[in-house]
């Protein structure tokens, strides 16, 4: 089955870029989406198809995909930002197989 | 207001059943695939099931497979999922999720409710 590996923790100053990242055995050439996940909360949708926005979601947030590894990337982090952090893909080769990654904690120092 | 309320989880012992609802308003019910996804106590989250906007396709895990039946009643904005034969690993917080699309795919999933617990134990 497909594997989505993510860094367990990151951590960054506030005002300072955090990357998350997201490996996969070219993940380049699947859709990407990202939730944030704050303590005792469902999942929110961040970003979907690799890079794109839901309405409400900062600008703040960006994403890449290329290769092996897909980023999400989060500029001037501000204390509201700490939470985990999922990507997730389709793995067309399976059943309908939903994978997700392990989950990255975003901690603002 | 788009929203998504689960309900029916509890205490279960191992090999019961326990049946979940899920009752979306705010939006065309009937024009989205839905999905349940899971998060077990301190873990990451697990997808579980799929179903298509009409019901006529729907999709399992293989760790659940044999064991849930995923459903939906369009005329009530109702999902379900019954569960059978459980086991403590299937211990969780279980979430109701609206796809972006009717058929169920690659996707994202815009939509989660609050989650419900489910905690098989004896």
């Known amino acids: 089955s497909y594997v989505l590996t993510q860094p367990p923790s990151v951590s960054v100053a506030p005002g300072k870029t955090a990357r998350i990242t997201c490996g996969g055995n070219n993940i380049g050439s699947k859709s990407v989406h990202w939730y944030q996940q704050k303590p005792g909360q469902a999942p929110v949708l961040v970003i979907y198809y690799d890079s794109d926005r839901p309405s409400g979601i900062p600008e703040r947030f960006s994403g890449s995909n290329s290769g092996n590894t897909a980023t999400l990337t989060i500029s001037r982090v501000e204390a509201g930002d700490e939470a985990d952090y999922y990507c997730?893909?389709?793995?067309?080769?399976?059943?309908?197989?939903?994978?997700f990654g392990t989950g990255t904690k975003v901690t603002v120092l | 207001e788009v929203q998504l309320v689960e309900s029916g989880g509890g205490l279960v012992q191992p090999g019961g059943s326990l049946r979940l609802s899920c009752s979306a308003s705010g939006f065309t019910f009937s024009s989205y695939a839905m999905h349940w996804v899971r998060q077990a106590p301190g873990k990451g989250l697990e997808y579980v099931s799929a179903?298509?906007?009409?019901?006529?396709?729907?999709y399992y895990a293989d760790s659940v497979k044999g064991r849930f039946t995923i459903s939906r009643d369009n005329s009530k904005n109702t999902l379900y999922l019954q569960m059978s034969s459980l086991r403590a690993e299937d211990t969780a917080v279980y979430y109701c999720v609206k796809d972006r699309k009717a058929v169920a795919g690659h996707d994202a999933f815009d939509i989660w409710g609050q989650g419900t617990m489910v905690t098989v134990s004896s």
């Open positions: 179903i298509s906007s009409n019901g006529g396709s729907t």
């Open positions: 997730q893909v389709w793995d067309s080769s399976s059943d309908h197989c939903y994978v």
